[in-house]
């Protein structure tokens, strides 16, 4: 069974090489959502594209956070 990475590794090699095409991808949509979220909200007069990239924003963000070991 092959073993996890240690955190101060991985932590290395990320800052060497920079994010992966995945991580870039999730980074992207995350902010063009936002931006979608804000003129809907805007327009609509309703809070709720808010809160679904709000949701979306923090999801994301536990999915790119590096685990700590």
């Known amino acids: 069974m092959p073993e ?3 955190g101060k590794v991985l932590r290395n090699i990320k800052s060497k090489n920079g994010m992966t095409q995945s991580e870039k ?3 992207v ?3 063009i959502g936002t ?22 924003d923090a999801v994301t963000a536990a999915h ?6």
């Open 35 to 56: 931006c979608v979220a804000v003129i809907s909200t805007y327009l609509l007069k309703c809070p709720m594209p808010m809160i679904v990239a709000f949701a979306f």
């Open 25 to 27: 991808f999730w980074s």
């Open 4 to 6: 996890p990475i240690p």
């Open 29 to 31: 949509s995350a902010i």
């Open 64 to 69: 790119l956070e590096l685990e700590d070991i």
